[in-house]
């Protein structure tokens, strides 16, 4: 009886045992299934913020070249003004150099046609001097 008394106690030992080791793998394949449901939670977190990254990353890349159009846009807008000014003071220079050539050559002619009236004047006076200094 005793021995029977000890396969009993034996096979509820067992029984125990086994029904530990079941509780054991149990616990062992929801902290594998825990693990595999937190490792994919972090995996879709990390896509979501390298989405998230690669948008805003995109966002700054678009606003940097427009940034660079509207700067090229407003370069060559300043250097249209400028060369529009630069042609501007040149054509007023041009207009100012004409009408001061032209008033050079006015007052050029001026002075050859007093010089020659003065020429013609100082010949008759000198003719009438003559004239008068041969009656005397």
Known sequence: MQAQQEIRQLR?????????????RSEKEQGVQ?????AALEAAQLRDTISAMRDQLESIQAEKQR??????ADARNEIQQHVATIR?????????????????QELRRSARDEQRLLK???????E???????RT
């Open 12 to 24: 509820a030992t067992i029984a125990e045992m086994r029904t530990a080791l079941d509780l054991l």
């Open 34 to 38: 825990n693990a595999h449901q937190e």
């Open 67 to 72: 940034a660079l159009q509207q700067a090229a």
């Open 88 to 104: 501007t003071q040149r054509e007023e220079m041009e207009h100012m150099i004409e009408a001061h050539t032209a008033e050079i």
């Open 120 to 126: 013609e004047t100082i010949a008759a006076l000198r």
């Open 128 to 134: 009438q001097l003559e004239a008068h200094h041969g």
